[in-house]
């Protein structure tokens, strides 16, 4: 039976814990130190252009000169990444600020492993040294499990929210061709949806951990599983392109459905991401109900 102040109270925990333990350190310098590499990535070449613009003379010219060829460089990168349909490329180049469509396709594609290392640990050490049992004297294992799934993608979602408030002051800084408050609004909304891509990997990361006595060994599957599997069917679809259609079977498959405009496919993605939590977490609240603790 759930109960919600139990719930609450080993999610704030968890949160807490997270942020204070040293494998939750950790992922949260991996996450800061990834993106902040992805986005130099990116806006490095340009600042490039515009120190050559700025000495030549900011004329209405050249800085229109400047964005054509930023959003072109940007063009470039997210075809490379995403092979989007026409609709999507404009979308992304047009409509929204082009440099930050770039990094946030770059940050999609890292999302599994950061948000693996942010929630591999759910539960698979405290069962390990059997901590759990003084715990299940006061409450149930459904409050248990939900809650430290609750807490970890809490804390996964700071961890993103953090890395998104620096690359907004970063790029606010940095870009020029692009408006200030453009750019940040835009960030805001891929960081909404990349959360979503994220939800279910923290899920998979809370069925992994309940069925592993093993930090490590809960990391390493998680990472095999969320990261390693994409690896194998982009190379084994190089010699056969039937082989791609085995990415639907994990959130994957559908993560660029999260970068779509607003409408029919957009929330189609939203819901797929759901819909893989709630098969993760109900695989994991079976097997976690049932285990020796």
């Known amino acids: 039976m759930l109960r919600k102040p139990h719930v609450q109270l080993i999610a704030g925990h968890s949160v807490r814990h997270g942020i204070r333990g040293g494998a939750g350190l950790m992922a949260v310098i991996f996450t800061m130190f990834a993106g902040l590499i992805l986005a130099s990535v990116i806006v490095s070449r340009l600042e490039a252009a515009q120190r050559e613009v700025a000495a030549r003379g900011n004329t209405p010219e050249m800085m229109s000169a400047l964005k054509i060829s930023a959003v072109e460089s940007a063009r470039k990168a997210i075809d490379w990444a995403v092979s989007p349909s026409p609709d999507q490329l404009d979308y992304l180049t047009n409509d929204k600020p082009a440099v930050v ?12 492993l950061l948000a693996c290392l942010g929630g591999f640990n759910q539960t698979s050490g405290d069962i390990a040294s059997k901590g759990l049992r003084f715990l299940l004297i006061r409450t149930e294992r459904p409050n248990i499990f939900i809650g430290r799934f609750i807490g970890t993608f809490l804390f996964t979602a700071l961890a993103f929210l953090g890395l ?7 790029m606010s800084v940095k870009v020029h061709v692009h408006d200030p408050g453009e750019m940040i609004g835009w960030l805001l909304l891929s960081y909404l949806r990349l959360v979503v891509f994220a939800l279910p990997y923290v899920a998979l990361c809370s069925l992994i951990s309940c069925a592993i006595s093993s930090p ?48 029919g496919q957009l929330f189609g993605g939203i819901a797929i991401m759901l819909g893989f939590t709630a098969v993760f977490l109900f695989a994991g609240l079976k097997y976690f109900s049932a285990r020796d603790l």
């Open 101 to 112: 469509s770039a990094i946030v396709v770059l940050l999609f594609l890292f999302t599994p």
């Open 164 to 170: 998104f408030a620096l690359l907004a002051i970063y």
């Open 216 to 263: 490590f060994g809960s990391l390493a599957i998680s990472l095999l599983v969320a990261c390693m599997y994409p690896v194998v069917i982009a190379i084994a679809a190089a010699s056969n392109d039937n082989v791609q259609y085995a990415q639907y079977a994990t959130p994957w498959g559908f993560r660029w459905w999260l970068l779509e405009p607003v409408g």
